[in-house]
């Protein structure tokens, strides 16, 4: 990677052999109503430009609780950009070449049952996909790689997380099926009554792209769900409205900020879980068959695996 010193670094993709100036081990990204946090200090702004293009903004290379991080707002400055047009392996990538091994995900949900409270949270188990046509692998043009996704989320992970949230007194449900779907469009009754039915648990718009991916890049990646409303299924509640979200969202961040913090805190410096070797056995094209400009392109996933 390239460095270009000024205001902010500057990462130009993984051709040079340049390395970062700094590795950062836990990555942190925020969703809807968690922009920033407040306990970032020693705080570094960071532009990376990978392969797949530019993320959603600038990382944020910070301390949090003793450890380095990297914060990354999902949306942009300013709430940007809508789900459908998230860039979601420029932001993974990102990740990756910062030498990010956890990623721990905060996003807004509608919840699906009686019993999960807005104002809740939720860390889930499982994802059902109701997306249409998002990129959702590193592979492809000349390198195929099956990556297992039974378990979409790193359990010691959600553990870690389900943990923290209890130590600092939040109601938390641990496991749950999230539902990803297409948006920006909320619901309708008939669509959260059908999800209902499946047995499906909250309800949001932007996380299983991201678990894909990572598991792709060998990232560990776990979500604290901060459910916000009933989605349109509930008699007794109105319809989800964004100024019924961003009030739930604004009581909510500190407590996902608390949680998450604590969740640093508890992160071991070694992993142990499988995510770290996701690919020893996914890569299906013979090393000699790999197109010399797709294995220099993705030298940071597989690099270990084609030496």
């Known amino acids: 990677m390239t460095i270009v010193q000024g205001p902010e670094s500057r990462v130009q993709g993984p051709e040079s052999s340049v390395q970062s100036p700094e590795s ?24 990376i430009e990978t ?6 903004g600038p990382y944020v290379i910070a301390t949090l609780r003793g450890r380095r991080v990297a914060f990354l707002a999902r949306h942009g400055e300013g709430h940007r950009f809508t789900p459908s047009e998230l860039n979601h392996r420029a932001n993974i990538f990102g990740f990756k070449t910062l030498g990010v091994e ?25 994802f059902f996909d109701r997306t249409r046509g998002r990129i959702s ?12 996704f039974a378990h979409p989320f790193c359990a010691p992970l959600s553990s870690i997380l389900t943990a923290s949230a209890k130590s600092v007194h939040a109601t938390v449900h641990e496991g749950g099926t999230y539902v990803c779907m297409e948006g920006p469009q909320f619901s309708t009754v008939a669509e959260s009554e059908f ?26 990646y776990s979500t604290l769900a901060l459910v916000t409303d009933y989605d349109c299924w509930h008699p007794e509640h109105d319809s989800v409205t964004v100024e019924m979200i961003v009030a739930n969202l604004m009581q909510n961040a500190k407590t996902a900020q608390q949680v998450i913090a604590a969740a640093v805190e508890r992160l071991p410096i070694e992993r142990t ?6 690919l020893a056995t996914a890569l299906i094209t013979r ?21």
């Open 137 to 148: 692998t590193f592979f492809g043009e000349g390198l195929v790689a099956h990556v297992g």
């Open 273 to 278: 879980c499988e995510c770290a070797r996701a």
């Open 51 to 56: 392969p797949f293009g530019s993320p959603s």
């Open 287 to 307: 090393p000699e068959a790999i197109p010399a400009a797709r294995k220099a392109l993705l030298q940071p996933l597989i690099g270990k695996y084609l030496s």
């Open 102 to 126: 956890w990623i721990l995900s905060a996003s807004a949900v509608g919840s699906l049952r009686e019993d999960f409270k807005p104002l809740d949270l939720v860390v889930p188990d499982q």
């Open 195 to 220: 999800y209902r039915k499946q047995g499906w648990d909250i309800i949001g718009m932007t996380n299983l792209q991201e678990a894909k991916l990572a598991r792709e890049a060998e990232i560990c």
């Open 24 to 47: 950062v081990s836990i990555g942190i990204i925020g969703g809807s109503g968690l922009y920033d946090m407040a306990e970032l200090t020693d705080r570094e702004s960071r532009v």
